[in-house]
């Protein structure tokens, strides 16, 4: 099996990405809303300052390229939660690129999962087909949402099992929020993942027709629905059917996926620079600053706990999968825990 991975992002921010809305979560409906993030004719869009810093943070955790000079995009298709018609979004030039995380799905087996491109983007809304356990002959629609920054991270198709796949996610989720840049709440919706699931002959190198897969929304929902879908597929071509190249949806409680669209190409939405945003550019200065702001990774920080303090690979994991459990156990464990305790005092105050 060959697996791509394409994760949105939530950026933690104040304000949405071209207006001044906030973004937080559980709102009424429609009361975190104003003309530009409903698309009246006539607004313009000012780019937030936040939701660049995050995503050039988080990028450079992720060992990417920063362009000096990216370009918003017009991202074009019809859909009732999207009242200008266009999503901006970013096309030939993101604001990041060539990045890599490594993932160790079993002890021993590490591998390299490279990162194709990190760029940034605004949420759509959100249509309400039910209310409570009330199907509605109508649809509804919130656009609290509409606005959101997201930065979407595109990873090349090196994934091969689920497990990996989940792997993939939960270290990235572990690096970000290291770097402050999001809470990855999958239930909330800060971190969806879609999948391109393709599978070949054992020994071929050309990549067979990928199926996407949208709706998960956990860990285990990545792991079921990648396996299902490598399933289906090898029961198709099996059975002497092909794979035809669309999207699926994802359903938990089925256990199954179901065809939704044919799966559109990139020229099919017509990207065109956005007009109304100038080209972004980045100086070295500020990218080096930003770079200078990231605290110690969880990599390093594993490293270090296995040659500073002696503790075993399992243990050392464990103790740095969330940024912040050595806060509990310094107080209890100050001898221990010294090398920690006289960390620079650059990095975070939390610790
Ligand atoms: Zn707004």
Partial sequence: MVIGLEVHVQLKTDSKIFCSCPTAFGA???TQICPVCCGYPGVLPVLNRQAVEGLVRAALALGCRINERSVFARKQYFYPDLPKNYQISQADLPLAIHGHLDIEP????????RIQRIHLEEDAGKLLHAVGSRALDYS????????????E??????????EEASTYLENLRTILRYVGVSDCDMEKGSMRCDANVSIRPVGQEALGTRAEVKNMNSMRSVRDAITHEVARQTALVE?????????RLWSQDQGTTQSMRSKEEAH?????????????????????????????????????????LGLSPYDAAVLTAEK????????????????????????????
């Fill in 28 to 30: 009424d409906a429609n």
């Fill in 106 to 113: 079993q002890p021993g087996k590490k591998k390299t999962v």
């Fill in 140 to 151: 509804l629609v919130d656009l609290n949402r509409t606005g959101v920054p997201l930065m």
């Fill in 153 to 162: 991270i595109v990873s090349e198709p090196d994934i091969r099992s689920a």
């Fill in 239 to 247: 059975g002497g059917g092909r794979v035809v190249q669309e999207t």
């Fill in 268 to 308: 099919d939405y017509r990207y065109f620079p956005d007009p109304d945003l100038v080209p972004l550019e980045l100086s070295k200065e500020y990218v080096d600053t930003l770079r200078q702001s990231l605290p110690e990774l969880p990599e390093a920080r594993r490293v270090r706990y296995e040659s500073e």
């Fill in 324 to 351: 912040n459990w050595r806060t509990f156990l310094r107080p209890r464990s100050r001898g221990l825990m010294g090398p920690i305790a006289r960390r620079p005092p650059n990095r975070s105050a939390t610790g």
